[in-house]
């Protein structure tokens, strides 16, 4: 049980590496908090900072996801689903002990997880992610839609202890987007400055 504990902790601390305002502070000198919707997270740096410091800060947020899901698998514990390890990277990176317990939607961390659990799951979840993100220019539309997709992909591999982790964190990753899906639904979400949406709104 020790042991469990330790991954745990080592997993949220994993979790709260605040990514996005690192890279915005040290490499562009803005506050994330203060530019966008204030988040620090994947979907706020695409919009603040553009589509390079966006991919770095989703490569990061998604290795802090799958290094703290594989803990159990590297350390050879098997007395633990590496899915509930994983999720202290998640409870870390919404309410980073490194940002005054604030942080991002979960979205690529999340992802995180899937990779190193289940690297086909993942793939597909990652392939309607980036193709959402290419047509609608809203990462925010892309994780929710790809969130709830989730659930229904978890059905067809019959691991029941997945799908019940799907649920869960669709459920909260929609949740943590309530703000992003009333913009949407008023036509007024920000956008990425790539994909079609976008080239379509700015060739207007």
Known sequence: MGVIIIMFIVAYLLGSIPSGALIARQFYHVDLHKEGSGNVGTTNTFRVLGTKAGIVVLILDLLKGTLATLQPIIFHVTTINPLIIGLGAIL????????HFRGGKAVATSAGLLLAYNPSYFAIEATIFVT???????????????????????LFYHDIFLTVIAIGLSSFIIYRHKDNIKRILAGNENLVPFGLYYHLRKNK
């Open 132 to 154: 959402l993100i290419l047509l609608s220019s809203m990462v925010s539309f892309a994780s929710v839609i790809a969130a709830a997709l989730a659930v229904v992909i978890s």
């Open 92 to 99: 870390g990176h919404t309410f980073s002990v490194f940002d």
